[in-house]
């Protein structure tokens, strides 16, 4: 099992950029694809991206497409999500996992608020 905790929401404006960190720990963090969700108050977890375990691929949604970065650093058992030209849409609680999440535990998240 993995232990998650993430890290580097805040508020900011529209337009303006955040870089969030998901520390995990347990000797396996290598092994699992990862990957960032996000929830907005009265809607279901939705995924955002998602990187292998070499950092060689990376998958986003379509929403995120060209704005979002994810990256990992195995050294360092991190996974990151860098958030450029962020939106108002884009308020949620950010959360990380390792993929498949079918039956994890959840980290607390990190609550990102974007303003217009």
């Known amino acids: 099992q993995v232990h998650l905790v993430e890290s580097g929401g805040g508020l900011v404006q529209a337009g303006g950029s955040l870089r969030l960190s998901c520390a995990a720990s347990g000797r396996i963090f290598g092994v699992y694809t990862m990957g960032w969700f996000r929830q907005a108050p009265g809607k279901e977890r939705e995924f955002v991206a998602s990187i292998t375990t070499s950092g060689k691929n990376t998958y986003y949604a379509d929403s995120v497409k060209g704005r979002f970065t994810i990256s990992r650093d195995n050294a360092k058992n991190t996974v990151y999500l860098q958030m450029n030209s962020l939106k108002p849409e884009d308020t949620a609680v950010y959360y990380c996992?390792?993929?498949?999440?079918?039956?994890?535990?959840w980290g607390q998240g990190t609550q990102v608020t974007v303003s217009s």
């Open positions: 996992n390792a993929l498949p999440t079918s039956g994890r535990t």
